[in-house]
């Protein structure tokens, strides 16, 4: 569960952030804030003087009117300069905010230990918010923390004003005004309501429309004829978004309108009374024109941070989850340092399912992997082969049982220095838009530069002819790489095949590896190419200890034993041939398989 924060503690982090990050420019915003909030009361006032003198006689006054007149127009138009620079510095500060809010969210989400996180929906959707934070930063929320602080100098100042002419027509303006404040604060609450509410059909929407702009669903949206059926979807899910925020909107354009109703009224009333009082003889011409600023003054001031308040209303939303997000507890991380693998990998008793009430995928799964062996993993799809190794790695904690390397239950290891002793192509192995050199360099980023160790990996792998043919700067994207900068070759890409490569090269980079495992996608490499690269692995790897799967059995026909998963447990375990001296599970796959290859030949 993600901690809740309220709106409170989210704006004042919102303040602590921007006098952090930006410490100067903010001190400079805060005092022409306060500047530029007193301004209208100076105008205001200057104004009046200058009114009342024309009303004493023009000839007489001629002069001093002049001046007051020079200072209305300095201090407006010097005013407006000061504004030019507080929004240069806002936008200053803004950039740096974003940047310092974007390091922080994302070095947090590198830091979750396991994949758990990455596969909660209602996480995600917190995590997208949090996202737009990361865009963004949480600058509605400090505008209106300053825009606030100049209405509060604004209004204060004006109100005094007011006061001074008429004081009942203030405590009037104030009430209606302080009754558009809290309007609009209740609407912000239905609006973030209404925002955490929407991110799921948001986040459908955003899989809509990804789906048309994607190179990798063009293809099939094209063949099956997708792009109706998705273009209606994306329709629906848009519409239903929308929809939810129009209806806030709704709920709140019509109490705002009957508070503008209201100031209209108190403003024409309060303008009656003071012109009866000129007329009376009990205020001069000057106060009308200083009452009416001031009015509209107010009226502004209110209007500006009811305004802002809206404004800052998604911003609160998304500046929250992101303050959620960072807030959460470490991950807790095992203190040993992983050993070198010495004795072999113990899994005991293992149970584990993806979901509190989701089926086992392993129930109670005991196997031990002794160290400088390889050990074949066979198993019909589904039967949880690579949920085994995504264990071994540590990405998800088991229900019960342990799986111990050398010993030690790999809890208690900190999991950097577990990592640092394997390495993996993963079925699902990554692509990485980067280029060729970069995409084998990953596995050892303490290398990334060494070109020859790079291409050696490349050549056990098999890929080291078609990259050097393309070139090893080349960057590997069908979607990145135009060329627009001078030093950014034009992206080509791969074959799927060739890509697998790339990853086995990878982490086959990572020479010093303890423990290797090869859990193979069976469509990726031909039948040739797999069974040689596993010989390759054989041979090189004597002393490191293996873990291959792979479908195709023949290709680990040479492992020491092979372990076969049914029912989330070892079925059967021995070498090649015990499996087919056995008679079982493993024999009947075998001779299937031959049977097909011979078929075949
Ligand atoms: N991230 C996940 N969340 C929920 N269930 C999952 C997840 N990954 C796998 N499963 C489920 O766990 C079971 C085992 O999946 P696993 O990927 O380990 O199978 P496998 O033996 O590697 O299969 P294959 O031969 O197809 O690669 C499957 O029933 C699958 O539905
Ligand atoms: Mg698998």
């Known amino acids: 569960m993600t901690p809740r924060i309220g709106i409170v503690r989210t704006v004042t982090a919102a303040i602590a952030l921007q006098a952090k990050t930006a410490p100067i420019s903010f001190a400079i915003v805060i005092a022409l804030t306060i500047a530029t909030g007193s301004i209208s009361a100076i105008v205001g006032w200057s104004s009046q003087q200058l009114f009342d003198e024309l009303a004493r ?36 500060t803004r950039a740096r905010i974003t940047i310092a809010v974007e390091r922080t969210l994302m070095a947090k989400v590198m830091s979750f230990r396991g994949l758990r996180r990455f596969e909660d929906p209602a996480f995600l959707s917190r995590l997208r ?251 019909l799809n589904g039967a949880g082969k690579t949920t085994l190794v995504k264990l071994l790695c540590g990405f998800y904690e088991l229900d019960r049982g342990r799986i111990a390397w050398d010993g030690i239950d790999i809890r208690d290891l900190d999991p950097d220095s577990l990592h640092a002793r394997m390495s993996a192509t993963f079925q699902d192995f990554m692509t990485y838009d980067v280029s060729a050199a970069e995409n084998i360099g990953f596995g050892d980023i303490t290398r990334l530069d060494d070109r020859d160790a790079i291409r050696s990996a490349a050549a056990l792998a098999e890929i080291d002819a078609p990259l050097a043919a393309i070139g090893y700067d080349t960057i590997l994207s069908r979607t990145l790489g135009d060329g627009d900068d001078d030093d950014e070759a034009v992206g080509q890409s791969l074959s799927i095949g060739q890509w697998q490569r790339v990853a086995l090269a990878r982490s086959l980079f990572r020479g010093d590896a303890d423990l290797f495992v090869l859990d193979e996608p069976s469509s990726g490499l031909d039948a040739e190419a797999e069974h040689r690269i596993h010989r390759m692995l054989d041979a090189r790897g004597r002393g490191r ?25 070892i079925a059967e375990l021995g070498t090649h041939d015990d499996l087919v001296a056995r008679d079982g599970a493993y024999a009947r796959l075998f001779s299937l398989q031959a049977s097909g290859y011979r078929e075949v030949a």
């Open 545 to 569: 200890t293996r873990v291959l799967i792979s479908h195709r059995l023949g290709s680990l026909r040479g492992a020491d034993r092979i372990a076969v998963i049914a029912a989330g447990r």
């Open 129 to 379: 918010l949090a996202e737009e934070a990361a865009h963004e930063g949480p600058q509605e929320l400090t505008s209106l923390a300053m825009a606030l602080l100049r209405a509060a100098v604004t209004v204060v100042s004006l109100t005094a004003v007011v006061w001074a002419i008429a004081p009942e027509v203030a405590a009037l303006l104030g009430v209606v005004g302080l009754v558009g404040l809290v309007t609009q604060l209740l609407r912000n609450r239905w609006f973030a309501a209404m925002s955490r509410a929407n991110v799921s059909t948001q986040r459908w929407r955003e899989f809509y429309r990804a789906l048309h702009v994607d190179a990798r669903a063009a293809q099939e949206v094209r063949l099956f004829g997708l792009g109706k059926l998705f273009l209606g979807r994306l329709g629906r899910m848009s519409a239903k978004a929308c929809g939810i925020e129009l209806e806030v909107s709704r709920r709140g354009m019509a109490i705002q309108a009957v508070l503008s109703v209201a100031t209209a009224a108190v403003t024409a009333v309060a303008t009656v009374v003071i012109v009866a009082r000129v007329v009376g003889g009990t205020l001069s011409v000057g106060d009308v024109s200083l009452f009416l600023a001031a009015v509209a003054g107010i009226g502004t001031a209110f209007a500006g941070v009811v305004q802002r308040i809206h404004m800052a209303g998604r911003n609160a939303v998304t500046f929250r989850s992101y303050l959620e997000i960072v807030a959460l507890p470490v991950d807790p991380r095992g203190r040993l340092h992983a050993p070198p693998l010495v004795r072999g990998i113990a899994i005991e008793d293992a149970w584990f399912r993806y979901t509190p009430d989701g089926p086992w995928v392993l129930a109670g799964l005991d196997l031990w992997i002794p160290a400088g062996t390889s050990t074949g993993i066979v198993g």
């Open 57 to 92: 006689g023009v000839a007489a006054a001629g002069e001093r009117a002049t001046k007051f007149a020079i200072i209305t127009a300095l201090v407006g138009g010097g005013a407006m300069a000061v504004l030019q620079l507080a929004a240069y510095l806002d936008l200053d």
